[in-house]
């Protein structure tokens, strides 16, 4: 019989890597078996802070402890050859967003999942916010959507823009709360401190009308992660940072109307627990996550054509980057 408790490994144990690796160690029905990074002492410091072996790749960290499933959490530009060579050791991965750096390495890796019978989830961690899971269970008939995401510049990320960075997780929510083939999308953005774009403004408009306003901004000194969804009848506020909801309504009476304020109570957990173990039960029940290949390659999609749209075809990318930054 199948062991209900499944060996994990994190690979890339940076700034969110050593996250996925503590909370492995807090699920019951997980147990951190070691990690893995190129960088040597940064693994063997997590590694003897959580109490498990460290290795310097992930083929020494697979031949060593033979996990079912691992985290993969290292730069964007790598997610494709780790994940592909995780699933051809037959083991199941979550990896984070985005998914890949093109479409076609993420048909690839679903085509290696399928074929080997394997649970492959994408990171897309505001899927799992209490505030977000909430809204997705009410939220019916939205009209327009309008996300913001900014805060103050930080050189954590430098590898890529805020559009992959943090756009990406709007895309995401959004798509999933509007049932509705794209119809158009228009972007603009500029680099403020960076080579890449450090803000960025998209407007999507579906095929059934809904109209998503998604601003980014890693270079505001105000901090603010909220999404606003319009109804027909109602608003709802989601304020991603405490998982938050307000739900605003009118009532018409006689001297005109009376807005009435609900602010929902329901159960709040860390994020990325809720996600590890979705994936951990995912993997043990060998069923489809909730964030699966298919919607990273979706809002990759997207997220690459706001990416053109700032700063134009691959062939002018360095000559239109450059223009936008100047």
Do not use: W
Request: charged content about 25%; proline content about 4%; some cysteine.
């Amino acid at each position: 019989m199948e062991s209900a408790i499944k060996r994990v490994g994190v690979v890339g144990v940076g700034h969110l890597g050593q996250h996925h690796a503590r909370v492995y160690t807090e699920l019951l029905d997980a147990r951190l078996v070691g990690v893995a990074d190129l960088d040597e002492q940064r693994a063997q410091t997590i590694g003897e802070h959580l109490g498990v072996p460290a290795y310097s790749s992930m083929e020494r960290l697979i031949e060593r402890q033979a996990p079912d499933a691992i985290s993969i959490v290292v730069p964007t530009s790598f997610h494709y050859e780790v994940a592909r060579k995780a699933m051809e050791a037959g083991i199941h991965v979550l990896i984070e967003k985005p998914v890949t750096t093109r479409p076609d390495e993420a048909e690839e890796l679903l085509y290696l999942a399928e074929q080997n019978d394997l649970v492959l989830q994408v990171g897309h961690i505001e899927r799992f916010n209490s505030a977000v899971r909430y809204i997705s269970q009410t939220t019916h008939n939205p009209i327009y959507l309008e996300s913001k995401r900014i805060g103050p510049f930080t050189s954590r990320i430098n590898d890529v823009g805020v559009v992959l960075d943090l756009m990406i997780h709007d895309i995401d929510i959004i798509m999933s709360l509007v049932p509705s083939p794209i119809r158009r999308i228009a972007a603009a953005g500029r680099c403020i401190y960076t080579k890449h774009e450090d803000i960025a403004d998209a407007q999507i408009t579906f095929e059934n009308g809904v109209v998503a306003h998604i601003l980014v901004s890693r270079v505001s000194e105000k901090k603010l992660r909220q999404l606003d969804i319009m109804e027909p009848e109602r608003h709802i506020t989601v304020n991603y940072e405490t998982q938050d909801v307000q739900i605003s309504r009118c009532v018409r009476e006689n001297n005109g109307l009376t807005e009435i304020l609900e602010r929902p109570i329901f159960p709040k957990s860390e994020p990325l627990k809720l996600e590890l173990a979705h994936f951990i039960s995912c993997v043990r029940e060998r069923r489809q996550p909730l964030v699966g290949i298919r919607d990273g390659k979706r809002a990759l999609e997207v997220a690459l054509e706001v990416l053109r749209q700032i700063h134009g075809d691959t062939a002018k990318k360095t000559r239109e980057t450059q223009a936008v930054c100047a």
